[in-house]
């Protein structure tokens, strides 16, 4: 079936840093693509979404890019802190559309003093 | 204002037992989902509903899973004769609507269930 996936499980960087959190999806069908930051015992929080008709979108920090040509998303991170310490998953909302998410695996990122 | 609350945070069970976990959504809100999130991986879409609507139940595992939304407010999600496997946090979260426009969807603590 369809799937989102990460390509990398854990990311560690340094404080100051700028991170790129990657993510590879397969539904051609999805219009929004959002993602989620978890931090150990919390729910997810939303951190930006984009919109499959963009292709770059910035947030307070944050940058998502889309290439729909090779169905890649990432998450970039500027000047990278310690409360950046969490799982980041990427969602889609698949076929249909609407909020019905689909969600990657994440991925723990690790930011070092 | 309230976020999206979940009861129990923790619930240990024994294998066999049925559990009722409960999620109050966002005031306001026409839209709750259910998903469950295993132990390091993402989240598994269970089930949503909206307003009036038939629920999407597209995602429940087996048929021992089951949950109600009464009055469009708070939901109960049930798991009978739980097996180990069911073991997971289960996340609860809401939205002002679904449907074919995407919404932020709010998600709330999570129950973490244990099986023994």
């Known amino acids: 079936g369809e799937s989102v996936g990460l390509h990398l499980p854990t990311l560690s960087v340094q404080e100051g840093d700028n991170s790129i959190i990657n993510c590879a999806y397969s539904n051609s069908a999805s219009d929004y693509f959002i993602w989620y930051k978890q931090e150990s015992g919390k729910g997810p929080q939303f951190i930006i979404d984009i919109r499959s008709n963009m292709d770059k979108r910035q947030g307070q920090r944050v940058t998502v890019l889309l290439n729909k040509t090779v169905k890649h998303l990432s998450l970039q991170i500027a000047a990278t802190q310690p409360g950046d310490s969490a799982v980041y998953f990427c969602?889609?909302?698949?076929?249909?559309?609407?909020?019905?998410?689909?969600f990657g695996t994440g991925t723990q990122l690790k930011v070092e003093l | 204002g309230a976020g999206v609350s979940q009861s129990p945070s923790n619930k240990v069970t024994e294998k066999g037992k049925d559990v009722e976990l409960r999620c109050d959504p966002i005031?306001?809100?026409?839209?709750l989902y259910w998903y469950r999130q295993s132990l390091g991986q993402g989240l598994e879409f269970l089930i949503y509903f909206q307003g009036n609507s038939a629920p999407d139940k597209s995602g429940l595992p087996s048929d021992r899973f089951s949950a109600e939304r009464t009055g469009g407010s708070v939901s109960t999600l049930t798991i009978q004769r739980t097996q180990q496997e069911d073991s997971a946090v289960y996340l609860c979260?809401?939205?002002?609507?679904?449907?074919?426009?995407?919404?932020?969807?709010?998600f709330g603590p999570g129950t973490r269930l244990t099986v023994l």
């Open positions: 005031s306001g809100h026409t839209a």
């Open positions: 969602a889609e909302n698949g076929e249909g559309g609407g909020n019905k998410l689909t």
């Open positions: 979260a809401s939205s002002w609507t679904s449907g074919r426009s995407y919404n932020e969807q709010f």
